[in-house]
């Protein structure tokens, strides 16, 4: 079963939309304050959908979008239903600019209100599993990174017997090859070039660790001019492997993002069953 929280401080219409759902089978909680639902979303991480009243006694819904957002990057699966009377279209755009992909315009039919919260789940839902695929990915990584990290030689190495003897670079370059072959296979396989692969990889790294990455922050980390990040970006977006998403509170910069695609990508390369076995 479904948790929904609604958001409405008219008292009729919040009771009419808890009734609607509950009978549709969700588990509805209700505030009519930003306030009220903010401690409500800390203390429930199930709820997956949110419907909000575009205007509150306290603010807005799109100001409790941002900034439950910002307060809980970690919890980006959770979808918003936005309600209002007033569906101008600076509203529409405004809430498009959100990540806010369901707009209602009162009266809202119970049909059509449990259609729109039964697809916002759905999508929650998928999004909520996606990531904690690429949580259990990012530990696999790790594991590759260590193993990778403990191939990296001191400058000596001291053998049983104390003597110090030069590492065996010969041995370790052929393993470093191997990997490295078996890498290149794999992207090959999939169509994506080295650099794709370094975008991909960077913009991956920062989902595990729950930050955001904007173009320019990119082209400034993998020392890339910023044209040139801009065409792979764009490439890969053309391609379904990442997304642009509009930063709602500066509307002159974007976030970039892996899609699914992008991620099952990256996982074809992380599960990807190469070893490395000094000989």
Not at 64 to 73: D, S
Request: aromatic share 6%; with cysteine; glycine share 4%.
């Amino acid at each position: 079963m479904s948790e929904i929280l609604v958001v409405e401080d008219n008292v009729s219409l919040a009771a009419s939309y808890c009734s609607d759902l509950s009978q549709s089978g969700f588990n509805v909680h209700s505030a009519d304050t930003i306030e009220a639902a903010l401690q409500i979303l800390e203390t429930h991480h199930s709820i997956l959908v949110v419907l909000t009243e575009y205007r509150l006694r306290d603010g807005d819904g799109l100001s409790l979008v941002t900034l439950f957002r910002m307060r809980n990057p970690n919890r980006s699966w959770v979808e918003f239903v936005l309600v209002t009377g007033h569906g101008t279209l600076e509203i529409a755009q405004l809430a498009i600019h959100a990540e806010i992909r369901q707009f209602l315009t009162k009266p809202v039919a119970p049909p059509v209100l449990t259609r729109a919260i039964q697809t916002a789940a759905e999508s929650a839902q998928s999004r909520q599993r996606t990531m904690m695929a690429r949580d259990t990915l990012s530990n696999k990584l790790s594991d590759i990174l260590d193993a990778v990290s403990s191939l990296i030689p001191t400058k000596k190495v001291i053998q049983t017997n104390g003597k110090e003897v030069a590492p065996d670079y010969r041995s370790l370059a052929s393993n470093l090859l191997a990997l490295e072959m078996r890498r290149h296979a794999i992207l090959t396989t999939i169509g994506i070039s080295e650099r794709e692969w370094i975008v991909l990889i960077q913009v991956y790294n920062t989902f595990i660790n729950h930050k955001f990455i904007t173009i320019k922050s990119a082209a400034y980390d993998l020392s890339l001019p910023l044209s040139t990040l801009i065409r792979i970006v764009n490439e890969l977006c053309e391609r379904g492997y990442l997304n642009r998403r509009v930063d709602p509170l500066d509307g002159r910069r974007s976030f970039i993002e892996l899609t699914t695609k992008g991620g099952s990508a990256v996982e074809a390369v992380i599960k990807s069953d190469y070893t490395i076995n000094p000989k």
